[in-house]
Nanobody, 123 residues
Framework: HVQLVESGGGSVQAGGSLRLSCAAS????????MGWFRQAPGKEREGVAG????????FYADSMRGRFTISQDSAKNTVFLQMRALKPEDTGIYYC?????????????????WGQGTQVTVS
């Protein structure tokens, strides 16, 4: 069983930056995929970025590419989401999630474990 805890959210002015963290604990060995999702107020949750734990390969939703960067510290079982040039439309709850295969992309039903989310507010 994997536990995921997000942190690093907060309030920031448009144009600012935030770095979100997702710490994984429990069964964290082996290759698995970590994904970041977000849910804006009144909208469906959408995928942001993902990364293979062992290989480091990453992928992004087209609309997130360029301003958002996913990375990891494997030794600390932590995945990061660096967000730059933030816009008000980036406001929402950001979740990290884990699945066994990054080939699932952003198919939420394939992600077994989810964190509780961290709020990001851009004004």
């Amino acid at each position: 069983h994997v536990q995921l805890v997000e942190s690093g959210g907060g309030s920031v002015q448009a144009g600012g930056s935030l770095r979100l963290s997702c710490a994984a604990s429990g069964y964290t060995t082996g290759n698995y995929c970590m994904g970041w999702f977000r849910q804006a107020p009144g909208k469906e949750r959408e995928g942001v970025a993902g990364i293979y734990r062992n290989m480091g390969n990453n992928f992004y939703a087209d609309s997130m590419r360029g301003r958002f960067t996913i990375s990891q510290d494997s030794a600390k079982n932590t995945v990061f989401l660096q967000m730059r040039a933030l816009k008000p439309e980036d406001t929402g709850i950001y979740y990290c999630a884990a699945t066994v295969n990054c080939g699932f992309g952003f198919r939420e039903e394939r992600y077994t474990y989810w964190g509780q989310g961290t709020q990001v507010t851009v004004s």
